[in-house]
């Protein structure tokens, strides 16, 4: 099969980004292995190449426009799921220190098996919930910067990926475009978890019919409270409000 990869160089251009060789053949081999892997478990109903590049890997690398990821920074991706944005990014910017995150054990195989394919360094895929790992002194209020794509509200999200944050990091909520109410009704989850709103970046992923949009907030405490995140589940059933 030919794999053109002229349209998806010209959008990574769009957002100042190369698209070298090895990246090509990074991203190319993580293809391969997604949908070998998807056809024996859940990974994505997305599977077309062109789409596959634009929906996961393009969506994943925009935070590009609004953060410097060109550093030597600690992120961590809180239910990355298939790993995104966390693996591209890495691939793209592999100055990164990336803690993959995710709940089910069959999917942090599959993770490892793609850091193992494309000799990534720095990268490490851990199992557990969000609501545990948090409370562990090694991962609390350790990161720079917290992104998660999982479906959930952000009120909920907030509370899962706030405590992983040091004073003055950033959490980056990758969400639809159509957020303004659910950002009104997560501002006070927001300040009781340390947070504060520093922007709200909607776009149109280049050359798609795509928009979306990245919620950006800082942790302004030194230490989150104690009281979160709440026991496995709660979040998810009683989002703070």
């Known amino acids: 099969?030919?794999?053109n990869f002229e349209k998806f160089k010209n959008q990574a251009i769009q957002l100042k980004i190369t698209l070298t060789d090895e990246i090509s053949?990074?991203?190319?081999?993580?293809?391969?292995?997604?949908?070998?892997?998807?056809?024996?478990?859940?990974?994505?109903?997305?599977?077309e190449f062109d789409e596959v590049f634009e929906k996961h890997f393009l969506d994943s690398i925009v935070l590009a426009d609004y953060i410097d990821l060109n550093r030597r920074i600690k992120l961590i991706d809180v239910g990355t799921g298939a790993g995104f944005p966390g693996i591209p990014l890495k691939?793209?910017?592999?100055?990164?220190?990336?803690?993959?995150?995710?709940?089910?054990?069959?999917?942090?195989?599959?993770?490892?098996?793609?850091?193992?394919?494309?000799e990534l360094?720095?990268?490490?895929?851990?199992?557990?919930?969000?609501?545990?790992?948090?409370?562990?002194?090694?991962?609390?209020?350790?990161f720079d910067l917290c992104v998660s794509r999982a479906v959930a509200n952000l009120s909920c999200l907030s509370e899962?990926?706030?405590?992983?944050?040091?004073?003055?990091?950033i959490f980056a909520a990758y969400k639809s475009i159509?957020?303004?109410?659910?950002?009104?009704?997560?501002?006070?989850?927001?300040c009781m978890l340390g947070g504060k709103l520093k922007s709200v970046n909607k776009f149109q992923l280049p050359d798609t019919?795509?928009?979306?949009?990245?919620?950006?907030?800082?942790?302004?405490?030194?230490?989150?409270s104690k009281k979160y995140p709440r026991r496995a589940g709660i979040p998810n059933k009683q989002p703070l409000k």
């Not at 990074?26 to 994505?44: A, D, G, P, R, S």
């Not at 691939?91 to 494309?118: A, G, H, Q, T, Y």
């Not at 990926?161 to 990091?169: D, E, Q, R």
């Not at 019919?209 to 230490?223: A, C, G």
């Open 160 to 169: 899962y990926c706030i405590p992983f944050v040091k004073k003055g990091g």
């Open 121 to 142: 360094k720095n990268i490490t895929a851990v199992h557990g919930r969000a609501e545990e790992l948090a409370r562990k002194k090694e991962y609390r209020n350790q």
């Open 1 to 3: 099969m030919d794999y």
């Open 178 to 190: 159509d957020i303004d109410e659910e950002i009104d009704n997560s501002k006070n989850a927001i």
């Open 91 to 118: 691939i793209f910017f592999p100055d990164l220190n990336i803690l993959l995150v995710d709940s089910l054990n069959k999917r942090v195989k599959f993770l490892n098996e793609v850091i193992l394919r494309l």
């Open 209 to 224: 019919e795509y928009y979306r949009s990245i919620v950006m907030i800082e942790n302004v405490e030194e230490h989150t």
């Open 25 to 47: 053949n990074k991203l190319l081999i993580y293809y391969k292995t997604l949908i070998e892997y998807n056809q024996v478990m859940n990974l994505t109903a997305i599977t």
